[in-house]
């Protein structure tokens, strides 16, 4: 299994955008949207599966707000819930999801 924090990216099969892991930052999914020239990214889990799209609008918007901090993961910003003030992501007090900022599913 590649490691995911490192930032793999595979073009998705059924055309659904480049596929990549829902422990990736923000700032990283922003580099690789710019870097494979797309719109959106089909964010993925640990087993692989679906589990949602996320928009360069939607990113691009949760980067320039107030809340943002440069340890959101895509799958805090997938759920939709606000974060924990002072917590760290992926921890215990961690980020929860960013309020605000929705994500397409298919």
Request: hydrophobic share 35%.
């Amino acid at each position: 299994m590649p490691d995911s924090a490192a930032g793999t990216v595979v073009d998705d099969i059924e055309g659904h955008g480049p596929r990549v892991c829902d422990d990736m930052t923000v700032e990283v999914a922003l580099a690789v949207m710019a870097g494979a020239r797309v719109e959106y990214l089909t964010v993925c889990d640990g087993d692989d599966q679906s589990t949602g799209l996320i928009t360069l609008v939607r990113l691009a918007g949760l980067r320039d707000s107030s809340t943002y901090t440069d340890r959101i993961r895509l799958r805090d910003v997938l759920d939709g819930t606000p974060p924990a003030p002072g917590g760290r992501s992926g921890g215990i007090g961690g980020y929860g999801r960013v309020a605000g900022v929705l994500a397409l599913s298919r």
